[in-house]
């Protein structure tokens, strides 16, 4: 058993994987701006704000593995770089694991290839600059952190979201930084999403590292 705090843990991403964590007995805290609308039995949910270092640091000490299931919009449509490097920061001072969720763009359509965020021709374009900055994320800030930060990056497919939920079906497929859809088609279930990262938790597999799940 784990003991995991997932920031951002009322969100679409976020509340998977603290469901998902929480059925599999390890020991969530779930920190989020507001308080769920169902809290999760066994769950300590903790209200704060993400950009708040001291709130965050009550959140992470003690923690084995630390999940950031946050997005730069609403209030941390800026800072939100800025709050990521707090997060691995702390992390990296408990010894904690970091896992990040990213977003399609992030993804190469090719080994060697310039990422997605590079050319938003697949995304409206009142998303490009939240896309451009998870970019950032695993393409400049991650890969600058100290050797000592375990980290790792998880994209989904392309048409993740709460608009397209999905039935769990309790599959799915684990790649690299290359899109196991280049096309940005198809999508990734929420649930199943969750099943990965846990699974990718539990099996310490990766470090340092950039992956993706898709069906």
Not at 114 to 118: D, G, I, K, Y
């Given at each position: 058993m784990s003991r995991i705090t997932v920031i951002g843990g009322t969100g679409y991403a976020g509340s998977a994987i603290v469901a998902e964590a929480t059925a599999r007995g390890h020991e969530v805290t779930a920190f989020s701006r507001s308080a769920p609308a169902e809290p999760v039995p066994g769950v300590r949910h903790v209200q704060g704000d993400a950009a708040d270092e001291a709130a965050l640091a009550e959140v992470v000490a003690g923690a084995d593995v630390v999940v950031g299931a946050i997005a730069p919009r609403g209030p941390l449509a800026t800072g939100f770089r800025d709050v990521y490097a707090t997060i691995g920061r702390?992390?990296?001072?408990?010894?904690?694991r970091l896992f990040i969720v990213g977003g399609f763009s992030s993804l190469r359509p090719a080994a060697g290839a310039?990422?997605?965020?590079?050319d938003l021709g697949h995304a409206p374009a009142e998303y490009h600059e939240e896309l451009v900055t998870v970019a950032a994320l695993i393409a400049e800030d991650l890969p600058a952190t100290a050797e000592s930060l375990d980290y790792v990056f998880v994209s989904p497919a392309g048409g993740f979201g709460a608009h397209v939920p999905g039935e769990r079906r309790g599959e799915y497929r684990v790649g690299d930084d290359v899109a196991l859809q280049p096309d940005g088609g198809g999508a990734i279930g929420g649930a199943d999403f969750a099943l990965g990262v846990v699974d990718l938790i539990e099996r310490n597999s990766h470090h340092r590292a950039h992956v993706n799940l898709a069906y």
């Open positions: 702390l992390a990296d001072a408990e010894k904690a310039p990422r997605f965020a590079t």
